[in-house]
C-alpha cells in the first residue's frame, strides 16, 4: 500500500530502516524461484532516528547509499517498510460500483473518523478487496493511513540515497509473505526489535491482529516475552493456541532463548528463515547466516513484492 510497483521483481530492492541497521535485501525470480543477489546491513547512528523513523534525512541517506554498496547487483529501485505503529489500517464496506476515484473521494472525508491528525496531513492509500461476504452489493477496501510527515522524511533520505520508492508497505504484510513464501501458512510470529515486541497472527483477512508490547528486561526477557503472549492469548476467550511459534526480527536472540520459550510456552518455537527457500544468485558466495537473517525477513519480503509502478 502508498503505492504499486512495477512488474520486474529482479530489479527491486526491499528496504527496512529499524534501528539498529538499515537492512537491504536484492532478489531476482528465476524459472518461478527466487535467487538471492544481496543484502546488507548497515549500522543506523542513533541521532539519524527518533520514535521508531527517521529524523535525519540526509543521515539516513548516508547510510542507505553505504548499503548500496555493500549489496551486489545493479538498479536502486525500493520498496520500504513503514513500521505499523505508525500507520493505521481499517477494512471498511462501501457501495461494490464505486470505481476507485469515487473511492478516494470518499476515503478522504471518511478516514476523519479515525485519524487523529489532521486530513490535510493524511497519506491515504487502498485496495478493494472483492465483494463484502454475504452482500454482493458491497465491496470489502482495506484502507491505510500514515502522516505525511513519515513520507516526506523517507523521500528525502530516499532523495540523498539515489533511491526510486516504488512502493510503502507496512511491515508485517512483507513479513507475513517471507514466512509464507518459506511454507508456513498458520503461526503466531512474534517480531522483536530493541525494547519492543510485536505480536502478529497469520489470518485468512487482509489486515491480521496485530499487537505491540513495550519490553524494560527487568524481569528477563524469556519471562516478559512469555507474559506477554499469555495475556494475549487470555485477551480473546476461546482463542485457539497456535500450532507454532516463529520469531524474527533482531531481537530475537539465539537457539538457546528459542528453546526456553518453547518450554515455558508449551508450543514449539523457531526462528524464522527467510532464505531457507532461496538460493544464491551465480557470483554470490553463500546466504546470509542464521544471525543475519533474523534481521532480514522484511526486507525479503519486500523484495518478494510484484506488480506496478514507481512513485517518483
Not at 553505504?66 to 457501495?95: H, N, W, Y
Not at 511491515?171 to 510485536?198: K, P, T
Not at 513484492?305 to 514507481?310: H, K, L, N
Amino acid at each position: 500500500m502508498f503505492g504499486r510497483m512495477g512488474r520486474d521483481a529482479s530489479s527491486l530492492l526491499g528496504v527496512e530502516i529499524t534501528p539498529p541497521f538499515i537492512r537491504l535485501v536484492r532478489l531476482c525470480r528465476r524459472r518461478g524461484r527466487y535467487q538471492l543477489q544481496g543484502w546488507a546491513l548497515e549500522p543506523l547512528p542513533k541521532s539519524a532516528m527518533h520514535n521508531g523513523w527517521i529524523a535525519e534525512p540526509e543521515q539516513v541517506g548516508a547510510v542507505l547509499r553505504e548499503a548500496f554498496v555493500r549489496c551486489t547487483g545493479q538498479g536502486q529501485r525500493g520498496a520500504v517498510a513503514l513500521p505499523g505503529g505508525l500507520l493505521i489500517e481499517k477494512i471498511l464496506s462501501l457501495p461494490g460500483d464505486l470505481e476507485d476515484r469515487l473511492i478516494d473521494e470518499r476515503l478522504s472525508r471518511d478516514v476523519g473518523e479515525f485519524v487523529p491528525f489532521a486530513l490535510e496531513d493524511a497519506a491515504i492509500e487502498f485496495q478493494s478487496i472483492g465483494p463484502r461476504p454475504g452482500n454482493p452489493l458491497h465491496q470489502l477496501v482495506v484502507v491505510a493511513v500514515c502522516h505525511l510527515a513519515l513520507l516526506d522524511a523517507l523521500q528525502a533520505s530516499a532523495e540523498c540515497a539515489g533511491l526510486f520508492i516504488c512502493a510503502v508497505e507496512p511491515d508485517a504484510h512483507a513479513l507475513r509473505r517471507a514466512v509464507q513464501a518459506g511454507g508456513v501458512q498458520e503461526a503466531m510470529l512474534l517480531q522483536l526489535e530493541a525494547g519492543a515486541l510485536v505480536i502478529h497472527e497469520f489470518a485468512a483477512e487482509p489486515v491480521a491482529p496485530r499487537r505491540e508490547v513495550l519490553l524494560y528486561e527487568c524481569q528477563g526477557i524469556v519471562q516478559e516475552v512469555v507474559a506477554a503472549v499469555d495475556n494475549y492469548l487470555l485477551s480473546s476467550p476461546g482463542r485457539a493456541l497456535p500450532g507454532q511459534v516463529l520469531l524474527a526480527g533482531g531481537g530475537a536472540h539465539d537457539q538457546s532463548f528459542a528453546a526456553q520459550l518453547e518450554q515455558r510456552l508449551g508450543i514449539e518455537v523457531r526462528h524464522v528463515d527467510p532464505f531457507q527457500s532461496l538460493i544464491p544468485a551465480p557470483g554470490l558466495d553463500k546466504l546470509p547466516s542464521m544471525e543475519q537473517a533474523k534481521y532480514l525477513a522484511v526486507a525479503c519480503g519486500l523484495a518478494m513484492r510484484e506488480g506496478g509502478r514507481c512513485l517518483n
